[in-house]
């Protein structure tokens, strides 16, 4: 939002509202993302509150590099059932979606008396320009149908009845549907469609005109596919997709469908990585609800650019892209670990490796390339690709194409991807890379294989990295030798786990200390699965003259215990973090110094104490 709009709703409405509101935004809080939408609440609340209607709209423009990309509707009405969805009914009818709602009851003065008003904050943001331009031309008629549409009691109501009516024939006809498909199990029949299932929740939830246009199978279909993929992420705890192409009255489309736990993922995590997956999509439709048991669950409905459903590897690249958003581990406090914790998460890179990059390019003028193993195992190898190259008009042109590329090679896929990121004249591309071992017959030949391809694409360009990866791979064949004891996939999975830069600089003595600390430790919990395990191991200097560092190995359970533990930690010492997840536990091992040597007997105790972990 540009901020000369930001100004005049802050500072240009009655001087007297800026402290007046405090108590309302402290009981809305969670339903507002920024200072923005509280001064349009702001600005809404003051002209419902000093108009002699019952209901007021306002609306504003929203601005996008200097671009109109959409409009905010803000609706104040003496509060009435139905409202919300009398107001997004009103939005379907002229053809848009509402990209984000919000909706809340707030107690407001009008003529002395308090009243109950309800708020509904609707974002409409068409992707198509020519919708675009179909939204402001319609910008004063739909602020006049909303007033209609939201004014209780009344016309609003009317509306609503007969509008409702048609929802519920359709919702017995697919009630009779979803009886008829499940005949053979009767309580999820009943699970179901029952007065307190889902197909009633689900109808209460969707506009009519949703409802209108899908037959009574694509409706029941969908029902029971949302309740089957619920349960089974109770069961499981991963999260479930599932996509199918559909044609309704209007249109063909391609139906995702994203169920998890609710600390897994977010919304938007789930549509930035579609907008990398398919940078043209249209999203005609989507839907967000989560269970009382915390399940989420998300429903888009999007067509490519020519407004087809997609087919084939397109709608495996979608599969593959948000299967991996679901089952991402972020309970453990995703702000700690990627961007404070662990080396080599988006922070590391964007300060210590794309300068260098940078810097490299502006020497040479050479394309500068990044590739860094991440993580492997038996199954498949991680790795990060970095490209900086000269700035180019079509920048998200040539990511696609790389990703295109990339894809193509047989065994590979991009597993995440960033925005190109502009530094100065020069472009910055930022892929998550994975490759099936099974293809392959070495990790040398996974490399070779993705070089060939860059050669290809960039006629000339450095393999920045490409001594640094040699050396790790060596390293490893060095460290597995001396832990040949051991099994080989966890050994190799805990080292790919160690900061990069540690692992580089490390000597081998040091990292086959480390990855045994961790393998003990896991090997004593999962022999007494209901406790807590830990190794502690000094690493002596490379004269042996005094301890370098101190490691410890912690196995728990408990994540809440181990993230309060190593928050803890970081205040008091220096540190360096690998994170493992061996389900049902998660292994940490701590490389820590205290004033650059390692830790003493009090030091180590504290700890012990601190973290509630005893040495088994």
Same mark, same amino acid.
């Given at each position: 939002?540009?901020?000369?709009?930001?100004?005049?709703?802050?500072?240009? #409405?009655?001087?007297?509202?800026?402290?007046?509101?405090?108590?309302?935004?402290?009981?809305?809080?969670?339903? *507002? /993302?920024?200072?923005?939408?509280?001064?349009?609440?702001? =600005? $809404?609340?003051?002209?419902?509150?000093?108009?002699?209607?019952?209901?007021?709209?306002?609306?504003?423009?929203?601005?996008?590099?200097?671009?109109?990309?959409?409009?905010?509707? /803000?609706?104040?009405?003496?509060?009435?059932?139905? !409202?919300?969805?009398?107001?997004?009914?009103?939005?379907?009818?002229?053809?848009?979606?509402?990209?984000?709602?919000?909706?809340?009851?707030?107690?407001?003065?009008?003529?002395?008396?308090?009243?109950?008003?309800?708020?509904?904050?609707?974002? #409409?943001?068409?992707?198509?320009?020519?919708?675009?331009?179909?939204?402001?031309?319609?910008?004063?008629?739909?602020?006049?149908?909303?007033?209609?549409?939201?004014?209780?009691?009344?016309?609003?109501?009317?509306? *609503?009845?007969?509008?409702?009516?048609?929802?519920?024939?359709?919702?017995?006809?697919?009630?009779?549907?979803?009886?008829?498909?499940?005949?053979?199990?009767?309580?999820?029949?009943?699970?179901?469609?029952?007065?307190?299932?889902?197909?009633?929740?689900?109808?209460?939830?969707?506009?009519?005109?949703?409802?209108?246009?899908?037959?009574?199978?694509?409706?029941?279909?969908?029902?029971?596919?949302?309740?089957?993929?619920?349960?089974?992420?109770?069961?499981?705890?991963?999260?479930?997709?599932?996509?199918?192409?559909?044609?309704?009255?209007?249109?063909?489309?391609?139906?995702?469908?994203?169920?998890?736990?609710?600390?897994?993922?977010?919304?938007?995590?789930?549509?930035?990585?579609?907008?990398?997956?398919?940078?043209?999509?249209?999203?005609?439709?989507?839907?967000?609800?989560?269970?009382?048991?915390?399940?989420?669950? &998300?429903?888009?409905?999007?067509?490519?650019?020519?407004?087809?459903?997609?087919?084939?590897?397109?709608?495996? +690249?979608?599969?593959?892209?948000?299967?991996?958003?679901?089952?991402? %581990?972020?309970?453990?406090?995703?702000?700690?670990?990627?961007?404070?914790?662990?080396?080599?998460?988006?922070?590391?890179?964007?300060?210590?490796?794309?300068?260098?990059?940078?810097?490299?390019?502006?020497?040479?003028?050479?394309?500068?390339?990044?590739?860094?193993?991440?993580?492997?195992?038996?199954?498949?190898? /991680? !790795?990060?690709?970095?490209?900086?190259?000269?700035?180019?008009?079509?920048?998200?042109?040539?990511?696609?194409? #790389?990703?295109?590329?990339?894809?193509?090679?047989?065994?590979?896929?991009?597993?995440?991807? !960033?925005?190109? +990121?502009? @530094?100065?004249?020069?472009?910055?591309?930022?892929?998550?890379?994975?490759?099936?071992?099974?293809?392959?017959?070495?990790?040398?030949?996974?490399?070779?294989?993705?070089?060939?391809?860059?050669?290809?694409?960039?006629?000339?360009?450095?393999?920045?990295?490409?001594?640094?990866?040699?050396?790790?791979?060596?390293?490893?064949?060095?460290?597995?030798?001396?832990?040949?004891?051991?099994?080989?996939?966890?050994?190799?999975? %805990?080292?790919?786990?160690?900061?990069?830069?540690?692992?580089?600089?490390?000597?081998?003595?040091?990292?086959?200390?480390?990855?045994?600390?961790?393998?003990?430790?896991?090997?004593?919990?999962?022999?007494? &699965?209901?406790?807590?395990?830990?190794?502690?191991?000094? %690493?002596?200097?490379?004269?042996?003259? @005094?301890?370098?560092?101190?490691?410890?190995?912690?196995?728990?359970?408990?994540?809440?215990? &181990?993230?309060?533990?190593?928050?803890?930690?970081?205040?008091?010492?220096?540190?360096?973090?690998?994170?493992?997840?061996?389900?049902?536990? #998660?292994?940490?091992?701590?490389?820590?110094?205290?004033?650059?040597?390692?830790?003493?007997?009090? =030091? &180590?105790? $504290?700890?012990?104490?601190?973290?509630?972990?005893?040495?088994?």
């Amino acid at each position: 939002m540009e901020e000369k709009q930001k100004d005049n709703n802050q500072d240009n #409405i009655n001087p007297l509202i800026k402290s007046k509101y405090t108590h309302i935004r402290q009981s809305i809080e969670k339903y *507002l /993302s920024s200072d923005e939408l509280w001064a349009i609440v702001k =600005e $809404t609340l003051y002209r419902w509150e000093n108009s002699d209607k019952s209901t007021v709209v306002y609306s504003e423009e929203v601005h996008e590099q200097d671009e109109k990309v959409g409009i905010i509707f /803000s609706v104040a009405s003496s509060d009435w059932a139905g !409202m919300s969805e009398a107001c997004v009914g009103v939005v379907h009818s002229r053809g848009f979606n509402v990209w984000r709602l919000a909706g809340f009851v707030v107690e407001a003065e009008k003529r002395i008396a308090l009243q109950e008003v309800g708020m509904i904050i609707m974002y #409409i943001k068409p992707k198509d320009p020519n919708l675009q331009e179909e939204l402001f031309e319609a910008r004063d008629s739909l602020s006049r149908m909303l007033v209609y549409s939201s004014t209780g009691g009344g016309t609003g109501a009317a509306a *609503l009845v007969a509008s409702e009516s048609s929802k519920v024939q359709k919702m017995a006809m697919v009630i009779k549907y979803i009886e008829r498909a499940l005949q053979d199990d009767p309580k999820l029949s009943k699970d179901i469609s029952g007065p307190e299932g889902e197909t009633a929740k689900f109808f209460a939830s969707r506009s009519t005109e949703y409802i209108t246009d899908r037959m009574v199978k694509q409706l029941g279909d969908q029902i029971i596919t949302n309740y089957k993929l619920i349960d089974q992420v109770r069961k499981s705890g991963k999260g479930e997709i599932f996509i199918e192409n559909m044609t309704n009255r209007k249109e063909e489309l391609t139906c995702i469908t994203v169920v998890g736990k609710q600390e897994m993922f977010s919304v938007d995590e789930v549509f930035l990585r579609l907008d990398h997956a398919l940078p043209k999509y249209k999203r005609k439709y989507d839907k967000t609800f989560t269970t009382r048991d915390g399940i989420k669950i &998300i429903r888009l409905e999007i067509t490519n650019q020519w407004d087809e459903f997609y087919l084939g590897d397109e709608l495996e +690249r979608i599969k593959r892209t948000l299967i991996k958003c679901v089952n991402k %581990i972020t309970s453990f406090d995703e702000a700690i670990l990627s961007k404070n914790i662990l080396p080599g998460g988006q922070e590391h890179y964007a300060r210590a490796i794309i300068p260098m990059l940078i810097r490299e390019y502006e020497n040479s003028k050479i394309t500068q390339v990044y590739m860094a193993q991440s993580y492997s195992n038996e199954f498949f190898m /991680s !790795m990060k690709l970095l490209i900086v190259t000269a700035k180019v008009e079509q920048g998200k042109e040539l990511e696609l194409k #790389i990703l295109e590329g990339i894809e193509n090679i047989n065994g590979f896929f991009v597993a995440n991807c !960033m925005p190109p +990121r502009t @530094y100065g004249s020069y472009f910055v591309y930022n892929f998550d890379i994975q490759a099936d071992l099974d293809i392959f017959t070495s990790k040398y030949e996974v490399i070779n294989k993705l070089k060939e391809y860059l050669s290809l694409e960039f006629k000339n360009y450095r393999d920045f990295d490409e001594g640094m990866r040699r050396s790790m791979l060596s390293k490893l064949e060095e460290i597995k030798r001396d832990l040949a004891d051991y099994d080989q996939t966890t050994v190799e999975e %805990i080292y790919y786990f160690l900061d990069g830069f540690h692992r580089y600089q490390a000597g081998v003595d040091e990292l086959v200390l480390e990855i045994k600390a961790g393998i003990e430790s896991l090997d004593k919990a999962r022999s007494n &699965i209901d406790k807590s395990a830990l190794e502690i191991v000094d %690493i002596p200097s490379r004269t042996g003259d @005094y301890i370098k560092s101190t490691v410890i190995a912690m196995v728990t359970k408990d994540r809440i215990k &181990i993230k309060k533990c190593v928050s803890e930690l970081m205040k008091r010492f220096e540190l360096t973090l690998c994170k493992v997840n061996e389900d049902p536990f #998660i292994l940490i091992i701590l490389n820590i110094t205290s004033q650059g040597k390692g830790l003493n007997n009090d =030091e &180590i105790q $504290t700890i012990l104490d601190y973290c509630q972990v005893t040495v088994h």
